[in-house]
């Protein structure tokens, strides 16, 4: 069973800018918290930003600074604002959510960052 359709990927060029998108469908979707990961090629999956359900953010180093995670609860939506993107930040980006010992991924959307 497919939990999230991320959507809003593609290649964009170093310095641009990209909005990727998530549409859950669970049921109880403002109880969970959410994140954003990523997967380069050849490279673990790692964590880029986390989402309380009552909205606090969180980043690593990676998009500290250059990204930003919203959630609208009542549209059951996760997205992520990307600026000033890099070469490094291709990877396939997927939605998560984690609620005690449930978690839910999404299938994951491209991004690709060159000239």
């Known amino acids: 069973q497919v939990y999230f359709s991320e959507s809003g990927g593609g290649l964009v060029q170093p310095g641009g800018s990209l909005r990727l998108s998530c549409a859950a469908s669970l049921g109880a979707f403002s109880i969970y918290t959410a994140h954003w990961y990523r997967q380069a090629p050849g490279k673990d999956r790692e964590l880029v930003a986390s989402i309380t359900p009552d909205g606090n953010a969180t980043y690593t180093d990676t998009a500290k600074g250059r990204m930003a995670i919203s959630r609208d609860n009542a549209k059951k939506t996760l997205a992520l604002h990307m600026n000033s993107l890099k070469p490094e930040d291709t990877a396939v980006y997927y939605c998560?959510?984690?609620?005690?010992?449930?978690?839910?991924w999404g299938r994951g959307t491209q991004v690709t960052v060159s000239s």
């Open positions: 998560n959510a984690k609620y005690r010992m449930y978690d839910y």
